[in-house]
Nanobody, 128 residues
């Protein structure tokens, strides 16, 4: 059974950076597109970014373009979300998820129903 684990969240000041990691125990993520999602209190879950299984294609939600970078290191079985220039509105629980049916992402958006395996989430708080 595919179980994802996120790490790297924490408290950071506005303008700061964090790098989130997503990995899985005993299962290779090489064949899965991986998405990052976030959910802030009182708000709906939002697709942030997705990277294809081969790492050659990806997308970002408009609000993070130019600030967040998704990448993967299949040798380490890990997908990263580098978050720079963080803003208070980036505060949320961040989740990674695997698209278990195909290894590619949608061209422009990351949609939760496409993803069949999820992690437990990691809290990111941006505050001074």
């Amino acid at each position: 059974q595919l179980q994802l684990v996120e790490s790297g969240g924490g408290l950071v000041q506005p303008g700061g950076s964090l790098r989130l990691s997503c990995t899985a125990a005993r299962v290779t993520l090489d064949y899965y597109a991986i998405g990052w999602f976030r959910q802030a209190p009182g708000k709906e879950r939002e697709g942030v970014s997705c990277i294809s299984s081969d790492g050659d294609s990806f997308n970002y939600v408009d609000s993070v373009k130019g600030r967040f970078t998704i990448s993967r290191d299949n040798a380490k079985n890990t997908i990263y979300l580098q978050m720079n220039s963080l803003k208070p509105e980036d505060t949320a629980v961040y989740y990674c998820a695997a698209r278990t049916t195909v290894g590619r992402c949608r061209r422009q958006t990351t949609e939760a129903p496409d993803f069949g395996a999820w992690g437990q989430g990691t809290q990111v708080t941006v505050s001074s």
